[in-house]
């Protein structure tokens, strides 16, 4: 692929045209075409379909399929059945993660917040997030549901926030009544992760990927406790592009709907803004090349770690995904991309 002609910042950056995936799509020996016949002119090629940056050169990304829509009204539907809800977001992405839409939906009912993957967030944001979720009147709890971190504080948290009510129950006759929590959140954010570590058995499906679950199912967490599960549901619209690139980044959209390379790109700018030393380490960069257009920051890693095609040129679509995937595993250290 060939560099962006403005190398004034990586914001400047466009694409070249030639399809969705950059370098290997780019390279000539990958788009060689017959030439036309003399005896008839080729028709003028109409322009292929290609996602366009906004004015400040953002990317675009929407994310909202049908069966979202169904969900979201199967959880207004359910909201009578449950005694309080709650809410799984990210720990890195904490705005990004909140769905504004369950926010409304379960305004009425007792909440708690898991910021879960915090083991993959910086501890210092993350104890921020906790004390400013706690003036919203919702009780907050850092946990990490792979390892099980916190996880052993969500049944006392929810005993003492539904205390009133339970014993409002008991002084109606009703001996140890069984009290309903609803599991909400995006899509990949670990709310299966979760219900199988809190209930000790391996009944949610989980997997690495948003769009898993698809319909709500009822689990036991302890005597007297039960939990809703539901699928995970985005809003039909990413007000601020951020939102969509934070969520992208994170693997809470499926990577189909945006241009890899150009999200790379962006994850950089961020990487270098917060100056995260493993970063650098990990792919080996220079303070000299970590100076450089992130575009050519890209570049860098994908030659430092042999990624290149036919001629030598660096293979950056590969050290995008590269890239991407060694974030979300929190190989490039432990990172908050949003503070309080």
């Known amino acids: 692929m060939k560099k962006p002609t403005n190398k004034k910042n990586s914001k400047n950056y466009q694409k070249p045209r030639g399809g969705r995936s950059g370098a290997r799509m780019n390279h000539p020996a990958r788009n060689q075409k017959s030439a036309p016949k003399p005896a008839k002119p080729a028709k003028a090629a109409k322009p292929k379909k290609q996602s366009r940056p906004d004015s400040d050169h953002t990317q675009v990304i929407q994310w909202y399929p049908g069966h979202m829509t169904k969900t979201k009204r199967r959880i207004e539907k359910d909201l009578k059945l449950v005694d309080a809800v709650a ?200 303070e000299e090349e970590l100076s450089l257009q992130s575009y050519e920051v890209l570049e860098k890693i994908a030659r430092h770690r042999g990624m290149l095609i036919s001629g030598g040129e660096a293979d950056t679509e590969r050290a995008a995904y590269t890239l991407l995937d060694e974030f979300r595993a929190a190989k490039l250290g432990r990172i908050t991309l949003e503070k309080p």
């Open 87 to 286: 809410e799984i977001i990210d720990a890195r992405i904490p705005i990004s993660s909140r769905n504004p839409d369950i926010a409304h939906l379960t305004s009425g009912k007792p909440r708690i917040v898991l910021l879960n993957k915090c083991d993959m967030a910086d501890k210092r944001a993350t104890d921020q997030w906790v004390t400013a979720l706690s003036k919203e009147n919702v009780r907050a709890i850092p946990v990490d549901c792979k390892s099980g971190r916190g996880v052993d504080r969500f049944v006392p948290v929810l005993t003492d926030l539904l205390s009133d009510r339970i014993e409002s129950y008991k002084a109606k006759g009703m001996v140890n009544p069984t009290m309903r929590v609803m599991i909400v959140g995006i899509p990949n954010v670990g709310k299966s992760t979760f219900i199988n570590r809190i209930s000790k058995k391996t009944k949610a499906t989980a997997a690495d990927r948003p769009g898993v679950t698809r319909g709500n199912q009822w689990f036991t967490v302890s005597k007297g406790f039960e939990m809703l599960d539901t699928p995970g549901v985005l809003w039909p619209k990413f007000d601020d592009q951020k939102v969509g690139e934070h969520l992208a980044f994170t693997g809470a959209i499926k990577s189909e709907v945006m241009d890899t390379e150009l999200l790379a790109v962006r994850l950089i700018d961020l990487l270098k803004e917060l100056k995260t030393p493993e970063f650098a380490e990990r792919y080996q960069l220079t």
